[in-house]
């Protein structure tokens, strides 16, 4: 456990159930084998017009400080664990893996957009984003700037719950999202089988995420839009946007 000081490092996190933001937090804290206490401020009721952010408090010292920016939730948690790094130790490859961070936050944001929409426009275009940003991460993925596999790193703490989202859509609602992206998809599968995330990104989670979007009326989970577009462009093929 991190100890700055003569009092023990604590993170408390302020969330609501299913934040990517808190889930990277806590996966990134769980790889450093160190606790998150965690208040949750909603469990994602689509009534609620509510919009909470997410904080990440930090006591250490008798000090106290809060975070609210996603990324750097993951950089202070870095940096409390100097003895086990996440990110590389060569600052080049360092500045490649924050590069691809940006990149998935960004297509996480974009995601969150088109899983809230309920006109068929309103997503169409949500999709085209979201794809774009994809396929940004799969640009780079193709030109050598990371290879998942191997020990979890801050990259993956950030990809996690993206990959998980977009993986749940696709075996549950036939989105199909990451079916260009092969190599987004070699990732999610690797993913998909580290212990400290699967014990974080469960499929209890999953179950509620997919009946939040559903409560929601998300139009990215309705089953007539999938079957309607499998009718135009094929059976097997996702749903696209125009962006």
């Known amino acids: 456990m991190a100890d700055h000081g003569s009092q023990p490092t604590r993170l408390h996190l302020e969330s609501w159930a299913l934040c990517p933001i808190a889930q990277r937090v806590l996966i990134a804290a769980a790889l450093r084998g160190h606790p998150v206490t965690r208040r ?33 939730m993951v950089e202070l948690v870095e940096d409390l664990f100097p003895d086990h790094p996440l990110h590389p130790r060569d600052p080049v490859a360092r500045a490649v893996h924050r590069n691809l961070m940006a990149i998935a936050a960004e297509a996480q944001t974009r995601l969150s957009r088109a899983a809230r929409d309920r006109q068929a426009q309103d997503l169409d275009l949500s999709l085209g984003n979201l794809e774009a940003q994809l396929g940004r991460l799969e640009a780079r993925l193709a030109a ?69 979007l559903h409560a929601r009326r998300a139009l990215i989970v309705d089953a007539e839009v999938s079957l309607a577009w499998q009718s135009v462009a094929g059976p097997g093929i996702g749903l696209r946007g125009a962006g």
């Open 40 to 72: 949750i401020t909603s469990g994602g009721e689509p009534q609620s017009t509510t919009i909470e952010p997410t904080i990440l408090t930090l006591h250490s010292a008798g000090a106290e400080v809060q975070v609210t920016d996603g990324l750097a």
């Open 144 to 212: 050598g700037d990371h290879a998942p596999g191997g020990r979890v790193a801050n990259v993956d703490v950030v990809l996690a719950p993206l990959l998980w989202r977009l993986r749940i859509l696709d075996e549950q609602a036939g989105t199909h999202l990451l079916q260009r992206f092969a190599r987004l998809r070699g990732w999610s599968d690797w993913l998909a089988v580290q212990p400290v995330l699967r014990d974080i990104l469960t499929a209890e989670a999953a179950d509620l995420y997919f009946a939040v």
